[in-house]
């Protein structure tokens, strides 16, 4: 089993930027497909962002699209999501997900493990 621990999250203001780091407590390169989630208050979850196994095939939502990139350093078992030119409506939990699978996909249900969230608050 997969153990996903967040860290990173703050509050920043308008137009600053943030880097959330995911560690994993074993290899996931080439096994698990990795991917960003967040909750906002009174929200449902919304997809962020995925990464393949292979670090090839990356998705994001439009929201984020152009602002938040995701990256992962195989050799450390970390995954990364840089946040830059943050909004308001980007205030959420944060959480890191892994699948049990090399194929990325937006849809939180096909994630198997999930880390515990770090909050990030963009106010002025």
């Known amino acids: 089993q997969v153990q996903l621990v967040e860290s990173g999250g703050g509050l920043v203001q308008p137009g600053n930027s943030l880097r959330l780091s995911c560690a994993a407590s074993e290899r996931t390169a080439g096994r698990y497909a990795m991917g960003w989630f967040r909750q906002a208050p009174g929200k449902e979850r919304e997809f962020v962002s995925t990464?393949?196994?292979?670090?090839?095939?990356?998705y994001y939502a439009d929201s984020v699209k152009g602002r938040f990139t995701i990256s992962r350093d195989s050799a450390n078992n970390m995954v990364y999501l840089q946040m830059n030119n943050l909004k308001p409506e980007d205030t959420a939990v944060y959480y890191c997900?892994?699948?049990?699978?090399?194929?990325?996909?937006?849809?939180?249900?096909?994630?198997?493990?999930w880390g515990q969230g770090t909050q990030v608050t963009v106010s002025s």
């Open positions: 990464i393949s196994g292979s670090g090839i095939v990356i």
């Open positions: 997900a892994a699948r049990g699978s090399v194929l990325a996909t937006p849809h939180g249900h096909e994630y198997d493990y």
